[in-house]
């Protein structure tokens, strides 16, 4: 798929004329943060979940931008390419961001409150302090992610991926789901909150420095089987 490139007066151009379709585009260098029209649309409540006009931004290229507290909540951008871009603070609330890339991105502090990041490619990412709550996070890669005192409460990260570059001191995992070979126990967990959390029994021996304490665990023998006695 070939992108379509704008920078960023062509972009905001095409936002005043009503576009909200911005599948395929590749933004360069962009600061979102000056464009007070951008801004003036993504200051909207976070409780309007359910916007009859998102902004659509599939498999779209965000390149090296910077949109350091912007809000970019309900936006579809499945497969987009956030890589080595200043999204400090910024809000992702109830967007689809399936399978989409943050390389080496700024994500510190970000809103990632209900969000569907099936497959999202942190690696080298630094999402320390980021609100990953109640958010969809199946095999999603966290290699070499920086995540010091992040909130993963109530989210699903069954079968995602960490290694021994991954930094997870402080990070809080109560009533999480880490079902399923995520990885957990090749990283750096010291001092990471574990409560209620759910696991396997498989998981919770290889977790051999925390799994003393199994009364900070939910463990299921045979997950596959709990869910087909539940339907």
Same mark, same amino acid.
């Given at each position: ?27 360069? =260098? ?5 464009? /007070? ?11 309007? $979940?359910?916007?009859? =006009? /998102?902004?659509? &931004? ?18 579809? *951008? /499945? ?23 943050? %390389? %080496? ?8 409150? %209900?969000?569907?990041? #099936? ?11 980021? #609100? ?21 409460? &109530? ?12 930094? +997870? ?6 009533? *999480? ?5 995520? =990885?957990? #126990?090749?990283? $750096? ?5 574990? #409560? ?7 998981? +919770? ?21 709990? +869910?087909?006695?539940?339907?």
């Amino acid at each position: 798929m070939r992108l379509e490139s704008k920078n960023g007066k062509e972009f905001i151009k095409r936002y005043r004329n009503g576009v909200r379709n911005f599948s395929g585009l590749e933004l360069k =260098d962009i600061n979102f943060t000056i464009y /007070p029209e951008f801004t003036e649309y993504t200051c909207m409540e976070e409780e309007k $979940s359910k916007q009859t =006009d /998102p902004l659509i &931004f599939t498999e779209s290229n965000f390149i090296r931008c910077s949109a350091s507290g912007v809000n970019f909540s309900n936006i579809y *951008a /499945p497969r987009a390419n956030f890589s080595n871009s200043n999204l400090a603070s910024i809000s992702f609330y109830n967007a689809n961001l399936d399978g989409a890339i943050f %390389h %080496h991105s700024n994500l510190r502090k970000a809103n990632f409150r %209900h969000t569907y990041l #099936h497959g999202a490619d942190f690696e080298g990412a630094n999402i320390s302090g980021a #609100h990953i709550i109640n958010s969809f996070l199946e095999f999603a890669k966290l290699k070499g992610t920086i995540a010091i005192e992040t909130f993963f409460r &109530f989210s699903n990260l069954s079968n995602s991926s960490f290694d021994k570059f991954t930094i +997870l001191k402080g990070a809080d995992f109560a009533w *999480a789901n880490l079902t399923y070979n995520c =990885d957990l #126990h090749k990283s $750096s967990y010291n001092e990471a909150i574990f #409560h209620q959390t759910l696991v396997t029994i498989d998981d +919770l021996k290889k977790l051999e420095r925390i799994s003393k304490n199994e009364d900070n665990f939910v463990v299921i023998k045979d997950l596959k089987r709990l +869910l087909k006695d539940n339907l």
